[in-house]
């Protein structure tokens, strides 16, 4: 019973490629704010996961509504995920503390010089992807392991390692002005 199941989900993501796999991607990219192309691949690929893993698909009658109606809970969740990435800044405990315990003290060439790097850094970091600036700061700064991250933002540990990449690859292209 259960074989069956799975090779009927199987079949209907088969056709689900085969037929909508267009029109699945242009509604993703619509339904993205400022989408970047692999996000929208990862995406598609992860309603075609959801359609595997579905039940009863036989009972499906009409699959173009089902198959967008999981894309935009995907779309939505993503969403969501990206809102709560822009909530991530990175900061210089040191340096604000300095500027708490000093306010009328202009801050010496070795804190302005760390004042402008934190500046570059938080410019960077914000050219970036927000899932890539959130998988970034997860793994670096809080210290998450791949397997955290994986769970926390339910995607595959392919995908964290791809982000993570990603990320490393941008912030290593970027044009540093250190003094």
């Known amino acids: 019973m259960k074989h069956e199941r799975e090779k009927q989900s199987a079949e209907f993501t088969e056709k689900a490629v085969e037929h909508?796999?267009?029109?699945?991607?242009?509604?993703?990219?619509?339904?993205?704010?400022?989408?970047?192309?692999?996000?929208?691949?990862?995406?598609?690929?992860?309603?075609?996961?959801?359609?595997l893993k579905a039940n009863n698909t036989a009972l499906v009658r009409n699959p173009v509504a089902y198959i967008m109606?999981?894309?935009a809970h995907v779309a939505e969740k993503f969403g969501k995920r990206d809102k709560r990435a822009r909530h991530y800044v990175c900061v210089d405990s040191e340096?604000?503390?300095?500027?708490?315990?000093?306010?009328?003290?202009?801050?010496?060439?070795?804190?302005?010089?760390?004042?402008?790097?934190?500046k570059q850094l938080n410019a960077a970091l914000a050219r970036l992807p927000p899932v890539y600036q959130l998988v970034l700061l997860r793994?670096?700064?809080?210290?998450?392991?791949?397997?955290?991250?994986?769970?926390?933002?339910?995607?595959?540990?392919?995908?964290?390692?791809?982000?993570?990449a990603h990320a490393k690859e941008q912030l290593m292209a970027i044009d540093w002005e250190w003094d």
């Open 20 to 51: 909508y796999g267009e029109r699945l991607h242009a509604f993703l990219a619509r339904r993205m704010h400022k989408p970047q192309d692999d996000d929208v691949k990862d995406l598609v690929q992860e309603v075609y996961m959801q359609l």
């Open 69 to 71: 109606t999981t894309a």
């Open 139 to 164: 793994f670096y700064r809080d210290g998450l392991s791949y397997v955290e991250i994986r769970r926390e933002l339910k995607i595959s540990i392919h995908q964290v390692e791809r982000y993570l």
């Open 95 to 118: 340096l604000m503390e300095f500027a708490a315990e000093n306010p009328l003290e202009p801050p010496t060439d070795q804190m302005a010089r760390r004042l402008s790097t934190q």
